[in-house]
């Protein structure tokens, strides 16, 4: 399937394969799947056929466990985002009376409720690896983490910033007596030392810098299969790893604090439409100048399947931007060009296949701005922008319009889902 290589489709059966090196996972038509794997093992006049062990049903791919199952959702409408009811909050009608309502806009059905089949990604055991190899690296103990709500924590008052001098700006510290709270000793068996005193030197790494890489390259491969909540945090750090400051130790604690507080929550997509009803969405963002160091914005991208009864992810990302915006405005543009080149243009050619029709890709955004200019071209306003930003603009107002597979439409901040902010689509499991 061009561009996707290692992916095939079978028209007559109606089956999708993805083939990773010895992994074989096979989507489809239920009663079609046997003549599927039949194909795969018979000889022909060119090949043998291949030689493989009796298909189960989908379980452990790339690492992550997928599970399928069945639930029933109350709400309709809207862009709600919770599977389970329980998650819902309750708002006061004009009645008097009380009514479970999505935080996005989902109105709960009146007397009526649908059955969707739920994919769960689950790579608890992973992340529970994770916090381990911190521990053993820093000889601490996972019982002794504070639980955060985050994987960010604030910016500490007078922490070297790489530029030669503090962060210049009063924040409150991200943790008391740091060293004592990450438990780090100078040297192993050693009694815990003191925070040292500010060093003169540019250079001053932090304590973590010998370690950070490998925890951090673990953490990245769970992030992007299944816990898209962790992508802005694991992303800015990776992007230190070799200035690595006092506050990139701040950073990494409190990101393996908020793993060690979420490691029972798995990722779950729903489905309970036919392929006539799905669309294809795609929401980008930005965090201006998110980055104390560089000054470079953020940008997050999310891509799904949306239906009156499905929300299925797709695929995330969130990338520091390689050129410096003035305004939120630019920095927006980048990450819309940004969710056009890696996300929306790329998909539309599968999802035609899959689907068979014609797929147009809803791009939301939520800066009233950013959409005049993308629509237009540019603006007499932001002349000053560099190259990269105005070919960015140019290039986005190519792909929308009548004759083109990319609508630009106006969505609430609220419901912008990129992997800058808090984590949506996950749910704790109680049981282990």
């Known amino acids: 399937m061009n561009p996707w290589r290692s992916c095939y489709f079978h028209e007559e059966l109606n089956l999708f394969l993805i083939v990773y090196v010895d992994d074989f996972k096979m989507a489809g038509t239920q009663g079609n799947l046997s003549k599927g794997w039949q194909l795969l093992r018979m000889p022909t006049d060119t090949s043998p056929g291949i030689q493989m062990e009796d298909p189960t049903a989908v379980n452990r791919f790339l690492g992550c466990e997928h599970r399928t199952g069945t639930e029933v959702i109350t709400w309709h409408g809207g862009e709600p985002t919770a599977l389970d009811e329980s998650l819902l909050k309750k708002k006061k009608q004009p009645d008097g009376t009380e009514k479970l309502v999505d935080h996005n806009r ?12 739920t994919m769960e990604y689950d790579m608890r055991e992973f992340f529970r690896s994770c916090v381990a190899l911190y521990a053993d690296l820093t000889g601490t103990l996972p019982s ?3 639980k955060v709500p985050t994987p960010f924590g604030p910016l500490a008052r007078d922490i070297e910033d790489g530029l030669g001098g503090p962060e210049g700006r009063e924040a409150e510290p991200a943790l008391e007596d740091l060293a004592c709270a990450l438990g780090v000793p100078a040297t192993p068996g050693a009694e815990i030392e003191p925070w040292p005193e500010p060093s003169t030197e540019e250079t001053e790494s932090g304590i973590l810098q010998p370690i950070a890489a490998r925890v951090l390259m673990k953490i990245l491969y769970g992030a992007r299969m299944a816990r898209y909540d962790l992508l802005r945090a694991v992303g800015g750090l990776a992007s230190s790893v070799t200035k690595w400051t006092r506050q990139c130790d701040a950073d990494l604690y409190r990101l393996v604090c908020y793993i060690n507080t979420t490691a029972e929550m798995t990722q779950v997509s729903w489905m309970g439409d036919e392929p006539d009803g799905l669309r294809l969405q795609i929401f980008v963002d930005a965090d201006h100048a998110s980055d104390v160091r560089t000054q470079r914005s953020t940008s997050g991208v999310v891509s799904l399947l949306v239906g009156n009864n499905t929300r299925f992810m797709l695929g995330a ?13 630019e920095a927006e543009i980048v990450a819309a060009d940004a969710g056009l080149r890696t996300e929306a243009l790329p998909a539309l050619p599968l999802w035609e296949i899959l689907l068979k029709r ?4 809803e791009f939301k955004e939520d800066n009233e701005a950013v959409i005049k200019i993308c629509r237009s071209g540019g603006s007499q306003k932001l002349m000053h922008m560099n190259k990269t930003h105005r070919v960015d603009a140019a290039s986005i107002a190519e792909q929308f319009g009548k004759d083109k597979q ?8 609220q419901l912008i889902r990129p992997p800058t902010f808090a984590p949506r689509g996950l749910r704790r499991r109680e049981n282990g």
């Open 106 to 117: 989902g109105q709960p059905r009146e007397g009526e409720s649908t059955e969707v089949v």
């Open 144 to 146: 002794s983490y504070p």
């Open 317 to 329: 990302s969130s990338r520091r931007q390689t050129a410096v915006p003035h305004s939120t405005p």
């Open 358 to 361: 014609e797929v147009r890709a």
């Open 406 to 413: 990319c609508d630009l439409t106006d969505t609430h901040t």
